[in-house]
């Protein structure tokens, strides 16, 4: 789905991401984990064209992601932001529709789209009248990920969705999407700084640390064959989160 090769990326003085070549296969789901200031959001970014490399290449589905094409290649990546990024002069619908009608989409299509994904997502229908200040923090999240998929995109990129959510709403927003994320059968890639939230979702972790790749596999790997001491200490900075992921483990 995507490939990095060689990929750079420097904000004044600062490296943020530092040579990384890395796959993202279809239909899984790749975590990005690492502390703070470690690389993982500008990544994102990188990949659906939101900024440029400073050295290397981007491809999405065989095509090098360029000024020139990313408005157009970016209509097959859904891209979901911490605090939703939900304009709060638009009521729910407004919100969720917003690339469709840019795209040219009819009423008639938006609506019977907007049908799908409010049963997809579970949210409220009346709730998409409603504006931003009016819905909770998840019913908030819920518009995002809609807008998101509304195109239907091949792959969704979500940098710490649940991140400003209170821990309740965000267990209940987990398992939902998991399982959005499997009857989908999408490519996702996202962002966290949570360990048992990347086990929980990834089949893929990628843990970073200053801007670079220190260890790629399935989470178990990360427990039971670190690649190096940082990744140990990692982990045994979490263990308190590790719960929700022990199944991910076996």
Not at 59 to 67: K, Y
Not at 76 to 98: C, E, K
Not at 147 to 152: E, I
Not at 211 to 219: A, L, T, Y
């Amino acid at each position: 789905m995507f490939v990095l090769s060689g990929i750079s990326k420097r904000f004044g003085t600062t490296e943020a991401v530092r040579a990384i070549d890395l796959v993202i296969e279809p239909g899984k789901t790749t975590m990005l984990i690492g502390p703070s200031g470690c690389g993982k959001s500008t990544l994102l970014r990188l990949m659906n064209g939101l900024i440029r490399p400073d050295a290397g290449r981007v491809q999405f589905e065989g095509e090098t992601v360029s000024p020139e094409n990313a408005m157009l290649l970016s209509r097959n990546m859904g891209y979901v932001i911490q605090d939703g990024g939900l304009f709060p002069h638009l009521t729910g619908r407004g919100n969720a529709a917003l690339v469709a009608r840019h795209v040219g989409w009819d009423t008639d299509r938006i609506t019977a789209r907007l049908n799908e994904l409010v049963k997809l997502t579970h949210f409220p229908a009346d709730g998409l009248d409603r504006y931003p200040a009016q819905l909770s923090g998840g019913q908030r999240q819920r518009v995002s990920l809609m807008r998101a998929l509304m195109l239907d995109p091949d792959v969704l990129l979500m940098d710490e969705p649940l991140g400003a959510l209170d821990p309740m709403i965000r267990n209940d927003l987990q398992t939902e999407l998991r399982t959005i994320y499997r009857s989908l059968g999408k490519t996702v890639v996202m962002v966290t700084h949570d360990l048992g939230e990347a086990g929980y979702f990834g089949d893929t972790i990628v843990l970073m640390r200053e801007g670079r790749i220190v260890q790629i596999g399935p989470f178990g790997d990360l427990l039971k064959s670190p690649s190096e001491v940082f990744v140990t200490e990692f982990v045994n900075a979490q263990r308190g989160l590790l719960g929700v992921s022990e199944e991910a483990a076996q």
